[in-house]
């Protein structure tokens, strides 16, 4: 039975990572075929499961592309009608949530769109479940694509969401809420009472999402608190916390059916699940609570029916049925590491007794233990792989963690939850119980936290490696008997070791896409050169943080950069500078902008030497404007030469003319190739071969301006835009390029947007 299951499941995660689908005509026979293999027994019956999960996986594929936003109506203005299918988010002057379209002449579908609704003043109250009517401007789904990094345009693929936008004019209200979407009413009530209670507490946000699973509750730096010491589990709702409310739910309705009613104790086992649904449905039902709860099913019907259930074949019903409610949980990295964890203990732990004469508390000491040493050195690859990174004090902190948080902060925080509407007295006491236990344990976490024992994946790293490295990490955790647990070390050397090597001659460069904004990342093999930090949105967005980070530790930049110029005060380029000087040493700071770092101004003709050597110019004068006084760089490494001139306009491209510059292999173009930029004059000095353009899709500023372009093309440069290709990687060895890959070529997958794929 857990052969078929398999292959149904790898065959279905397939399919989000294929560059194109298969046409619809040929999955369709596909169906039939993997039906009828099932009757058969060994590889017919492993093969047409395979196939009928590929082919279920696919169709459902085609189906959510066929219902994205038309392009002849991205970028217009819809009258929409729908009901509010989420929990509202309030941030930044705007109500972030989703519509589910329905009756409405306009829609091209009955899908979700994500909508933005920006406000001034008082803000607008959206409860989920209400109908309303509304001028929508949409776009079709679509994000910033870097190797490496969160893909945010198929994240959008795989919650369902058609169309994104904002909201025009004055919506109206034409339902109230009533029965509908009452899960998210609930959800909605409880984190306004406990933001009223807890609102003088630090972990207000983290009380809110471990309540009711508002991941959006947690701030960036708590967020990396988590990440640095493992803890991401354990304050969101996961697969434990449904275990502990199934567990107590069935404890109690045992012990209280037997008193009053032993002939009806297989209530008991209903019961359970349904208190544990109920709180998985508080939870937003996220991907580990399914996979729990669908354990947690089998378990009590095995319980219920007076049958053994083992480990793996729960492990493997779950598989198949979180693979059928969503047939691209496979790209997510919930399922990677819910169900990688549950896997890792099964394997190590399934078939293992406890030791005759250990006492329980010795026993529970030394599973504990050695299940975090466990999970630790198993899910290493599956953590480098999904995130990036692993946290060597993980297992500490989890031994710690796990225990205080299980016992003492959940306890109190349900039952807070079950008394702070019939009795708020209560609930708000138990809230604060709650809030003062996760206190005392958060600042311990930050400390350790802030000593810095994080290993990060530098470099891309080839499948084979992540297998290999998979297979030495069982070797090491293994029952013995098999082979010396010490084979399986050297196994995971080349992932842990993995780097980006860079030859003495060679120099890299990548052009992040931080949407509207700037950060080009410049390495030789001993010198680093961030150009910009893209921009930041208050607490919802910081690229700093979200793509520069992490795409400078894709590249092999972990600790250190020799040099960081902020070209100038504007939020698309200096907005995530902040973030970039938390998470790296920056050796040298070249900026204007008041900016928490001993930095120096970018001094007008200031040269530095070395293999890859920088000219600096900075135009003065009453009439330079700010972004004609942006800090220009140009970058010479041998006889090759790369221009950052920033956002400098007609003056700004005077100076360097006056300054004598001369030709350049690559331009990123200045100001994002605006109309009041590129002077004819000035390409006509620097005849790039190749000019970048770094801007957001349909930005509003419409850059780059279609002149602009005619005026590069003209001149015979290869033009390449963020916008259109995603992160820009050039390799530069010698004095040639001989590499340049765009990130919606280089990793293609099918829900990207064809008309961006060139």
Not at 601 to 612: H, K, L, S, V, Y
Not at 673 to 679: A, E, K
Not at 681 to 709: K, M, T, Y
């Amino acid at each position: 039975m857990s052969i078929p299951i398999l292959a149904f499941v790898s065959l279905a995660a397939l399919v989000s990572w294929l560059p194109v689908l298969p046409p619809p005509y040929f999955l369709a026979w596909g169906v039939p075929i993997g039906v009828a293999g099932l009757w058969y027994r060994g590889v017919a019956r492993v093969a047409g499961a395979g196939l009928l999960g590929f082919a279920y996986a696919a169709l459902v594929a085609h189906a959510r592309l066929e219902a994205r936003l038309p392009e002849a109506l991205a970028g217009t203005d819809l009258e929409v009608q729908g009901r509010i299918v989420s929990l509202p988010r309030y941030d930044n002057g705007a109500v972030r949530f989703r519509l589910q379209l329905a009756d409405c002449p306009a829609c091209w579908t009955n899908g979700v769109v994500a909508l933005s609704w920006y406000y001034d003043g008082r803000a607008p109250q959206v409860t989920p479940g209400e109908r309303w009517a509304m001028t929508a401007r949409l776009e079709r789904p679509r994000g910033s694509i870097n190797p490496g990094i969160f893909d945010y345009e198929g994240w959008l693929f795989t919650e369902g969401i058609v169309a994104t936008g904002y909201v025009r004019g004055t919506p109206r209200r034409l339902d109230a809420a009533g029965w509908h979407e009452l899960h998210h009413q609930l959800r909605q009530a409880l984190a306004a009472r406990i933001h009223a209670t807890l609102q003088d507490f630090p972990v207000a946000g983290l009380i809110t999402a471990l309540a009711i699973g508002a991941h959006d509750e947690i701030g960036p730096r708590a967020w990396r608190v988590l990440s640095d010491t493992g803890t991401n589990h354990l304050l969101i709702i996961s697969g434990l916390h449904v275990g502990l409310i199934a567990t107590a739910s069935y404890r109690c309705l045992t012990l209280i059916l037997g008193w009053l009613a032993p002939t009806r104790m297989l209530w008991a086992s209903p019961g359970a699940l349904a208190l544990a649904t109920l709180y998985g449905a508080l939870a937003g039902m996220g991907l580990p609570v399914q996979r729990a709860l669908v354990m947690t099913m089998v378990a009590l019907a095995g319980l219920a029916c007076r049958r053994q259930v083992t480990m793996s074949t729960l492990l493997c019903i779950a598989l198949l049925l979180v693979t059928v409610i969503d047939p691209f949980a496979a790209f997510r990295t919930g399922f990677w590491l819910s169900f990688g964890a549950v896997f890792v203990l099964v394997f190590c732990f399934g078939a293992r007794t406890t030791g005759s004469g250990e006492s329980r508390l010795y026993q529970a000491a030394r599973i504990a233990v050695r299940s975090q040493w466990v999970v630790l050195i198993g899910m290493l690859p599956v953590l480098l792989a999904t995130v990036g990174q692993v946290a060597w004090l993980a297992w500490l902190v989890n031994l710690v963690a796990i225990p205080w948080v299980s016992l003492l902060v959940i306890p109190a925080l349900l039952l807070a939850m079950v008394l702070i509407f019939p009795l708020p007295a209560a609930g708000v006491l138990l809230l604060k119980i709650a809030a003062f236990a996760l206190m005392a344990i958060w600042h311990w976490m930050r400390a350790v936290a802030d000593i810095g024992l994080v290993h990060y994946l530098c470099a891309p790293v080839a499948p084979v490696a992540f297998a290999l490295a998979a297979s030495g990490g069982l070797l090491v955790i293994s029952p013995a008997g098999l082979l010396p647990r010490w084979v399986g070390l050297p196994m995971l050397l080349p992932l842990v070791l993995a780097r980006v090597q860079l030859y003495p001659d060679e120099l890299d460069v990548r052009v992040m896409d931080v949407g509207q904004g700037l950060s080009v990342l410049v390495r030789t093999a001993s010198q680093t050169l961030l150009y910009d930090a893209g921009p930041r949105f208050g607490d919802r967005f910081d690229a700093g943080e979200r793509i520069v980070t992490p795409a400078l530790r894709h590249a092999g930049v972990t600790r250190r950069v020799s040099r960081f110029v902020v070209s100038h005060s504007d939020n698309d380029h200096a907005g995530g500078a902040a973030a970039i000087l938390r998470a790296f040493l920056v050796l040298d700071v070249s900026s204007d902008v008041p900016i928490r770092a001993a930095r120096q101004p970018c001094r007008d003709g200031e040269t530095t030497t070395g293999a890859m050597s920088l000219a600096f110019f900075r135009a003065g004068g009453s009439g330079a404007t700010r972004n004609d006084r942006s800090c220009v760089v140009l970058v010479r490494f041998n006889d090759f030469s790369l221009l950052l001139p920033g956002d400098i306009e007609v003056a700004g491209e005077r100076h360097l003319l006056d300054s004598g510059i001369g030709r350049v292999n690559v331009i990123i173009a200045p100001h994002h190739g605006s109309r009041t930029s590129s002077t004819p004059a000035l390409l006509n000095r620097v005849r790039p071969d190749v000019a970048i353009f770094s801007s957001g899709f349909h930005n509003r500023f419409g850059h780059p301006d279609p002149g602009v372009v005619r005026r590069y093309a003209g001149r015979g440069a290869r033009l390449f835009n963020t916008a259109m290709d995603g992160a820009i990687h050039l390799r530069v060895r010698g004095t040639r390029i001989v590499q340049v890959e765009t990130a919606r070529r280089s990793e293609p997958r099918f829900w990207y947007d064809r008309a961006l794929v060139r």
